[in-house]
């Protein structure tokens, strides 16, 4: 049974950074997808970005692009999200998921998940 277990959460002011973990195990991911979602208050959950386990494909979403970098430590099973030049509007839950096969952005098709770290941003 796959599990993911999330870190890093917490208080940074506007402008700062900080890198959330994401520690996997119960299978071999290497046929998986790995993504970081978010939920805000009073919103649904949304993409972030996701990287591919084999090749290392990433994709983010617009509103991190430039300012968020996914990765991962394949001796860890570990995979990150360093989170630079945070602003209010990136307070949320920050989930991470796993599905075998290609990523998608799509929460639904995500078949684990995390149980979730808050991340706040105070102005």
């Known amino acids: 049974q796959v599990r993911l277990v999330e870190s890093g959460g917490g208080l940074v002011q506007a402008g700062g950074s900080l890198r959330l973990s994401c520690a996997a195990s119960?299978?071999?991911?290497?046929?998986?997808?790995m993504a970081w979602f978010r939920r805000a208050p009073g919103k649904g959950r949304e993409f972030v970005a996701g990287?591919?386990?084999?090749?290392?494909?990433?994709y983010y979403a617009d509103s991190v692009k430039g300012r968020f970098t996914i990765s991962k430590d394949n001796a860890k099973n570990t995979v990150y999200l360093q989170m630079n030049t945070l602003n209010v509007e990136d307070t949320a839950v920050y989930y991470c998921?796993?599905?075998?096969?290609?990523?998608?952005?799509?929460?639904?098709?995500?078949?684990?998940w995390g149980q979730g770290t808050q991340v706040t941003v105070s102005s």
């Open positions: 119960g299978r071999t991911f290497s046929s998986y997808a």
């Open positions: 998921a796993a599905r075998p096969g290609s990523l998608i952005t799509v929460a639904r098709v995500y078949d684990d």
């Open positions: 990287i591919t386990w084999s090749g290392g494909v990433t």
